[in-house]
């Protein structure tokens, strides 16, 4: 909060001469006119900035992930909310079709994945359940599997998670399976080309990103070469449960006690390494701990 009250109207002009300057711009343009017209009209907007601004810094490319194991935090709140966490991959990967499609399969298609159908549909024990494989453009992403239930059963639904990451890194995935996820993402594509700002965004965030546009001419046949022994190879390269971090965050007794009917189903017997910390939040405006 008083980050936020501190900031002047000067800091605002600072920050705005600082960075909103040509050279930090990438303008992308889709419509009817003639292309080297629209170039020099741009040129002339562009020509008489008032001010020249800064080089950006480097954009950092290493970050530390937390110890494997299980962090809990107290919230009262009706259902807990548990996310798993993992290293991911570069958009540029070589890795990154069989990976895609491997999420897709495992947590990231929805109604069609493994851990929604187990979790949701088979057990009852969440409305939503799913994975994320996050692919950054400038360090590796990150993966995700995520659900919400409630508090007893969070124990229950993170063993089945657990369960399905490690069958999918042991036996090959089926000829149906392969076929609908690689299908979502083949038929989804021209999705991306639907309307001219569309177009105009795509070309800009290219550019600004340095990607090579190869990726969109060759989109639909990489996505097409992954086969299920791609799918088994990524997920054993990248996904590890003992390596997880997983945060849970609701009624911390509840969800260490876990489901009287499954009563051999604990955190503390799932936590890789055996590791359950319990982390104190601090008040969101202050950002300062409540006395112990």
């Known amino acids: 909060k008083d980050s936020i009250v501190s900031i002047t109207q000067e800091d605002l002009k600072k920050f705005h001469c600082s960075w909103f300057v040509p050279q930090n711009f990438v303008i992308s343009v889709n419509g009817d006119f003639e292309r080297e017209d629209m170039i020099a009209k741009l040129e002339k907007l562009f020509a008489n900035w008032p001010f020249t601004g800064k080089t950006p810094p480097a ?130 594509f021209t999705r991306n080309f639907a309307s001219a700002a569309q177009v105009a965004g795509l070309f800009a965030s290219f550019e600004f990103q340095g990607r090579d546009f190869d990726y969109l001419n060759n989109y639909r046949d990489n996505m097409s070469a992954v086969t299920a022994e ?35 189903v604990l955190l503390e017997k799932l936590a890789p390494g055996g590791n359950i910390t319990r982390i104190s939040l601090p008040d969101p405006l202050t950002m300062q701990y409540p006395e112990r």
Do not use: C
């Open 230 to 264: 791609d799918v088994m190879r990524v997920a054993r390269e990248y996904l590890h449960p003992d390596r997880l971090v997983i945060l849970a965050v609701g009624n911390v007794e509840d969800m260490l006690a876990g489901d009287p009917d499954h009563p051999d």
């Open 59 to 188: 954009i950092p490319s290493e970050y530390t992930m937390a110890k494997p194991g299980i962090y809990i935090v107290e919230k009262d709140i009706p259902q807990g909310r548990v996310n798993g966490l993992m290293p991911g991959l570069t958009r540029d990967d070589p890795d990154y079709f069989a990976s895609q499609v491997m999420n897709d399969i495992l947590g990231g298609g929805g109604f069609t994945s493994r851990i929604m159908s187990r979790v949701r549909s088979d057990e009852g024990l969440a409305y939503s359940a799913g994975t994320g494989f996050a692919f950054g453009v400038h360090y590796d992403g990150g993966f995700r599997a995520f659900f919400q239930s409630r508090s007893e059963a969070v124990a229950r639904a993170t063993a089945i998670v657990l369960e399905e990451i490690e069958r999918i890194r042991s036996e090959p995935v089926s000829d149906e399976e392969l076929t609908t996820a690689k299908a979502s993402f083949i038929e989804s």
